[in-house]
């Protein structure tokens, strides 16, 4: 078992290698660069933005700054960021607390409603509870969230006046008001991101349970005289729950990459809205660092998830 | 005696977009304690039906019980809840399934699967019931019962896990076993040890088992009385004997000679006999004898009233209008 994760992080390293060279040559293809604006600024004399472009490599063939930037990664230096005036972790990791409360809080929550409404509406299939759900997801997951979002802000924030629609990371205050003040200014970001993924979820779970409902070792296990709600914790969600940890596992470099447009929306300072930022204003470092991270992480919870598997399923062997 | 179990005009109907389909139409079966009882016939009879609906363990909906009574031990099991039945499913009843390479739980180990039963139904404790389960494992012969009973189901062959569904069916000793074939997805020298299996197990506990079989080679092997069905109806009850030294209904005979024979020298040895046609499908089943569009000796009474199930000698019912054609004349 080590021994698989070992070798799976050793195979890893190769593949993130690739995955960085490619994300920095496109990065380096596309136009502009943090010192562009430099060239149009008339305040800044030509000689002094070439210096500059000189003293930070920026002219350079594209191989050695590729070189440079690893070198520099693998000493943990994550660069600069020009347009931040900071060094690129510590301003991810500023960033990184927003991102994690509200797309983690919105992910628990689309668990929360997914597992309990998709394995209730699998074991009545049909009945008005399965159509009614049935019926709500697929509106849910029509709907997508920029739609949903602004249709809150409209009615919670602007119509009714509850809830703040910009959210802020220096709420004034201490204590309980702090606390309460950051559960309100989440509500409308975690209720419209859970309920879009709980949609999807949820007629996940359902359909992985009426996979299971109808196998043999389901009615072997009736005839036990087990009592349904053992019938289907024990046998049933036990194995449909597989294919779902995995997709589990699968999304989770999602919450630390943030939701990039519900994090415009509600003005969420996470990650999702550093990366728009700083391809924007032409960021380079930042967009580097955050699109490497990105894959670090896909890279990771996919392993995860296969750990998870033969964890889960005594019929998978890692070697 | 009052017999253990008695099945009274049962009828198991599934909606379906078609229509209703009348899988078990009227079945009458009783099994005495301690009676091997084969249920015979073909794919599609209603055989398995009729052993499901006992403990109703048919898919409910789009299943039903439409009509009739199971007794059992003098109490109707048609009218119990689910979990009212759950006190009997295992602990009386217990049920052998047909493919043990799908019948066990892949994620739960053998052990875990045999223990929950006992844990469920009698009152002993975890150590208690691996000591049980593990005798149980003894008791159908898996080797090394002590290492086997943490493995899971994909670490046994098709012969050890029906040898484990055994186990487990039999881990309440149940007063009343239900085989639906249970030898059917195994190669042929594994169906003769486990139906050995089965017939020691009968004798070791004194149980009631009913099996449920299309092979007449396990019918004449371990039955004591037979009951041959044809689309969802009981067409012949029989001691064993009786049934293949006279069988009467067109489609038992036709069973029994479909059986291969290699007794026979080759001057005797025909072409094998098979019945023609197939099993109607029973959605608006025709009226009259539902085996008459495949019977040799069909009358014209036969596709117009439908035969009934009548005593022709102690304990041989059949259904069937030959040999009574005078009957016919008078309605």
């Known amino acids: 078992m080590s021994q698989y994760v070992l070798r799976r992080l050793l195979i890893a390293i190769p593949s993130l290698l690739g995955i960085s060279l490619v994300l920095f040559v496109v990065l380096a293809l596309a136009p502009g660069d943090p010192f562009a604006e430099l060239a149009t600024n008339p305040n800044v004399p030509p000689e002094v933005a070439l210096a500059l ?5 920026l002219d350079d063939p594209i191989y050695l700054r590729y070189l440079h930037w690893l070198n520099a990664m693998v000493h943990g230096d994550w660069g600069f960021s020009f347009v931040s005036r900071m060094n690129v972790d510590t301003l991810i990791l500023q960033r990184l607390p927003a991102t ?3 797309i983690g809080s919105a992910q628990i929550l689309a668990l929360l409603i997914a597992i309990p409404v998709g394995v209730y509406a699998a074991t009545k299939p049909y009945s008005l509870f399965d159509q009614i759900a049935n019926t709500l997801a697929f509106v849910g997951f029509s709907l997508p969230t920029f739609f949903t979002g602004i249709l809150f802000i409209l009615i919670f924030s602007v119509t009714l006046d509850w809830l703040p629609f910009v959210y802020t990371t220096d709420i004034k205050g201490t204590g309980i008001r702090w606390v309460l003040e950051m559960i309100r200014q989440a509500i409308m970001p975690v209720a419209v991101l859970g309920l879009f993924q709980a949609a999807s979820m949820t007629r996940f779970v359902r359909s992985a349970m009426l996979d299971v409902i109808r196998l043999d070792y389901v009615t072997t296990a009736r005839a036990k005289g087990l009592g349904q709600a053992t019938v ?17 596992a699968l999304q989770m470099p999602a919450v630390f990459g943030g939701a990039i447009v519900t994090e415009q929306i509600f003005r969420i300072p996470g990650i999702g809205s550093l990366l728009i930022t700083s391809i924007l204003s032409n960021d380079t470092p930042v967009v580097m660092a955050v699109t490497f991270v990105f894959a670090c992480l896909v890279v990771l919870f996919n392993l995860i998830a296969d750990v998870l598997y033969g964890w889960l399923d005594p019929r998978i062997s890692l070697r | 005696m009052a017999p253990l179990l008695e099945i009274k005009g049962l009828k198991t109907h599934f909606s379906t977009d078609d229509g209703i389909l009348q899988a078990v139409d009227g079945v009458d079966i009783s099994i005495n304690k301690g009676e091997t009882l084969c249920v015979v016939g073909e794919s599609g009879c209603g055989k398995t039906v009729t052993a499901m609906s006992i403990l109703k363990l048919i898919a409910m909906p789009p ?7 199971i007794i059992f031990e003098g109490r109707d099991l048609v009218p119990l809840t689910s979990s009212q039945l759950d006190e009997i499913r295992a602990k009386e009843i217990g049920f052998i399934f047909q493919e043990p390479m799908t019948s066990l739980n892949p994620v739960l180990t053998i052990g875990e699967q ?3 039963s006992l844990r469920r139904h009698e009152a002993v404790t975890k150590k208690q019931a691996l000591e049980r389960t593990i005798e149980m494992l003894k008791l159908v012969q898996i080797p090394n019962a002590e290492g086997r009973v943490h493995n899971y189901p994909h670490q046994f062959s098709g012969g050890m896990r029906q040898r484990v569904m055994i186990a487990m069916a039999l881990a309440c000793k149940p007063k009343l076993i239900i085989a639906d074939e ?3 997805a195994l190669d042929v020298t594994i169906q003769a040890q486990i139906l050995d299996l089965l017939q020691d197990m009968k004798e070791r506990f004194g149980m009631a088992v009913m099996l449920i079989t299309h092979a007449m080679g396990v019918v004449a092997e371990t039955a004591q009385r037979v009951v041959v069905m044809y689309a969802g109806k009981v067409v012949e009850e029989a001691p064993v004997d009786d049934l293949f030294g006279d069988p009467r209904h067109p489609y038992t005979q036709g069973l029994i000679r479909s059986i291969p024979r290699i007794d026979l020298d ?16 029973l959605i608006n089943p025709p009226v009259g004898c539902r085996f008459a569009p495949r019977c040799k000796f069909a009358m014209n009474i036969c596709t117009e009233k439908e035969p009934l199930l009548r ?13 009574d054609t005078h009957l016919g004349a008078a309605s």
């Open chain 2, 266 to 281: 080759s001057e005797h040895k025909t072409r094998l006999e098979a019945i023609g046609g197939s099993v109607p499908i």
């Open chain 2, 311 to 323: 005593e022709i000698s102690p304990g041989h019912r059949m259904a069937c209008h030959l040999g």
């Open chain 1, 100 to 102: 994690l409360y509200v």
């Open chain 2, 63 to 69: 299943g039903r019980i439409a009509a009739g009574q």
């Open chain 1, 232 to 248: 289907i914790v024990k046998h049933v969600m036990r194995n449909a729950m597989i294919p779902v940890v995995t997709l589990i």
């Open chain 2, 114 to 116: 045999i223990a929950e």
């Open chain 1, 53 to 57: 472009r000189a003293k930070f490599g």
């Open chain 2, 182 to 184: 249970p030898t059917t």
